[in-house]
């Protein structure tokens, strides 16, 4: 089995795939204060409860975006799966390839969503992560990550707004029923989804016109569902499309 770990700026979320099939999902907050010993707890206690063995492990990857929590993943790699980890940048062996003037920029985490999307749709497609950033992620038929687009997330963006103001006030996001909002919530609301939906759509559309292919059009992440339902490019929302790519990288490095 491989385990895949994504850690992101507010969540890791790990995985535990056979073969290509993703046997358990877990989400926990990505804590850098965490010790070694705190996360083998943590994930001793979700494997035990899922039945999952650590000597069944024969691969582990890693994808990450916080590099002061890299020492603790990686030692408990070792110490704890009995694994050396992988952990994804640019140079590792993949399915795609990277056409970028640096590669070395391109994120860990958009590496892995080019390489799940790549796997999955030989038209090329484009991912919109959203995230605490949403990012943009275009890899062409010929298996290549030519590079994409980054903005604001939309939970940085709605902190922003109850931190920065003295009178709005937190709120949780839902799809508004109408763009005009008869309240400060309701406005709030309308403004941050409907923005959101329109900024990305815009970022889609300007894409499209730069490429000589039809990619397929997903989006994944934290926030992507509610958004997808209301854009006029989404196809489709794949919640485990990071952990799919990761998979494909854990197995071709597998043994190595």
Known sequence: MNFVV??????TVIGVFKEDVLEKRWRISTDRNLTIDDISSKIHSLMSISNLAIKDISCVVISS????WNHSWERFSIEFLKRNPVF??????SNITIKTPNPTEVG???IANAAGAANQHVEGAIVVDSGTAIT????NPDREYIGGAIMPGIMSSMEALSTKTAKLPRFQLDKPEKAIGKTTLESLQSGVFFGFVGMIDRLVEESLKELDFSPKIISTGGLAGALSTTSKYIEF????????????IATINRGN
């Open 6 to 11: 994504d850690i992101g700026n507010s969540n």
């Open 65 to 68: 975006v916080v590099p002061t």
């Open 88 to 93: 994804l940048k640019y140079s590792t062996l």
């Open 108 to 110: 860990a985490d958009r």
């Open 136 to 139: 943009l992620d275009i890899v």
């Open 237 to 248: 929302f794949d919640r485990d499309l990071t952990l799919k790519g990761l998979n494909v």
